[in-house]
């Protein structure tokens, strides 16, 4: 039987620690690759695309809320993404759910309740905490802007997630290894789909999903 690879990526030391002992003790103890920040987890999935599973804090330094999934799923379609949060109400599960995650758990959860959850989603299924009821959106705003995200093409989302960032064509187009016409492009067709008329309305529109964890 291969080696399965869990990536951790938690800016909480302890909190990694707490991660890392859950995965040690799953049965043929998988390899595990840590990352502190949004970029270290970008780098270890692109290290290791061998990986079976990233755990991903939904807040982390480098990335804001969902965008952080939302940049994963898009260049690591194959890469199932367990989030692990604090905030854990419905809507948070839910939309990370709908955004691609495989599973959600929560921070509070103990080992035993982390290590099962795990387990379940290298089992194919998806993981989400016992008390979790699932339900219908309740704003019909974000519920629509989530199935508009949805008709974005991956290197769409990732453009999106940059704008986010605050990145400028010119650096997009660097990071991408692309044009910076082919960013305009780009631009051009998620302000389109968003049905938003500058790259400002789309950044806001994308902020809206994570109104929901500002506590």
Avoid: C
């Avoid at 704003?139 to 989530?146: F, R, T």
């Avoid at 093409?153 to 704008?163: G, K």
């Avoid at 692309?178 to 067709?189: D, F, N, Q, R, Y």
Wanted: charged share 20%; aromatic share 4%.
């Amino acid at each position: 039987m291969q080696e399965q690879t869990i990536i951790i990526a938690d800016d909480h030391p302890l909190f990694r620690d707490a991660l890392r002992q859950a995965v040690i003790g799953m049965e043929g103890h998988p390899q595990i690759v840590e990352a502190g920040d949004f970029a270290a987890a970008r780098m270890a999935a692109g290290s290791h695309p061998e990986a079976d599973l990233m755990l991903l804090d939904l807040s982390m330094p480098g990335v804001s809320g969902f965008s952080g999934l939302m940049a994963l799923r898009s260049e690591f379609a194959g890469l199932p993404i367990v989030i692990i949060s604090a905030t854990d109400d419905a809507t948070t599960i839910r939309r990370a759910l709908e955004l691609g995650a495989s599973g959600f758990i929560s921070k509070s959860s103990g080992i035993d309740d982390i290590r099962r959850g795990i387990q379940t989603v290298l089992a194919g299924d998806i993981a989400t905490p016992e008390t979790y009821r699932d339900g219908q959106e309740q704003d019909p705003d974000v519920a629509d802007l989530i199935h508009r995200l949805h008709t974005l093409t991956p290197q769409q989302s990732r453009v999106l997630t940059m704008l986010a960032e605050g990145l400028l064509n010119k650096q997009i187009a660097y990071e991408l290894g692309v044009s910076e016409a082919t960013i305009k492009a780009h631009v051009s067709a998620i302000l389109l789909k968003l049905d938003v008329d500058s790259r400002t309305q789309a950044v806001i529109q994308l902020g809206k999903i994570n109104m929901a964890m500002v506590a």
